[in-house]
């Protein structure tokens, strides 16, 4: 298996862009999450999915950030606009619940806002 | 509130030593995870500990989870530069959620 495929790995954007990131998890996982990671306040958990289905967005930090996940192979994460402090990179990591709810991670999207 | 406290928060160490990491949490939980996370890098996952006095050793790295002191520790032994990365504690929420807590990371340098 390829693992959890994030996209883009980089993204440069400008204050006031609306950005947005993609997510595959790994096929036959029906959990995924959505975590930001700074030097400042470490790794936060944004949302997360069960069976497609967002079941906590507490970590969302304001009504600028918004997460989808239409299918079971495909999530986004969409910030509009977007400002210097999204600055961070965010992962997705998928999991398959009832088994040992083992988090895979993907790579990771490195994202500045200028 | 499910709060994850790990210490040290950086560890500097001389190869062939052993040290202990430590990992506290504060509520109820039988499911606790390590990773590892090399700079610039995503997490893998080391160790998943699912019940009280579960132990897991791979290679020089060894973890055990103590559920009734709400503990778990990462004992690494003879520590060899390659050991050098960020490890982080992870504690299942519990109460059906399968979401996972982390802890604030223990930044490991193995020095030659």
């Known amino acids: 298996d390829a693992g959890v495929i994030q996209s883009p790995r980089h993204e440069v954007t400008e204050m006031g862009q609306e950005v947005t990131l993609r997510c595959k998890p790994i096929?036959?996982?029906?959990?995924l999450f959505w975590y930001r990671q700074t030097m400042m306040r470490g790794l936060e958990l944004l949302i997360y999915f069960n069976n497609n289905v967002p079941i906590d967005d507490s970590g969302m930090p304001e009504d600028r950030f918004s997460a989808k996940m239409p299918n079971a192979s495909f999530s986004t994460l969409k910030i509009q606009p977007s400002e210097p402090r999204d600055s961070a990179v965010y992962f997705c990591a998928s999991s398959l619940l009832l088994a040992k709810n083992i988090q895979y991670f993907g790579a990771g999207t490195r994202l500045s806002v200028l | 509130e499910l709060k994850v406290e790990q210490n040290p928060l950086f560890l500097s160490m001389q190869e062939g030593k052993n040290y202990t990491i430590y990992c506290n949490y504060s509520?109820?939980?039988?499911?606790l995870y390590w990773y590892r996370q090399d700079p610039g890098k995503s997490l893998e996952s080391l160790f998943v500990?699912?019940?009280?006095?579960a132990v897991k050793q791979e290679g020089r790295l060894m973890a055990s989870l103590d559920t009734k002191a709400r503990l778990s520790t990462l004992h690494i032994t003879a520590a060899v530069h390659d050991l050098s990365a960020t490890y982080f504690c992870?504690?299942?929420?519990?109460?059906?959620?399968?979401?996972?807590?982390f802890g604030t990371g223990t930044r490991l340098k193995v020095l030659a």
């Open positions: 509520t109820t939980s039988d499911r």
């Open positions: 992870a504690v299942d929420a519990g109460s059906g959620t399968y979401k996972y807590i």
């Open positions: 096929s036959g996982h029906n959990s």
């Open positions: 500990l699912l019940s009280n006095g």
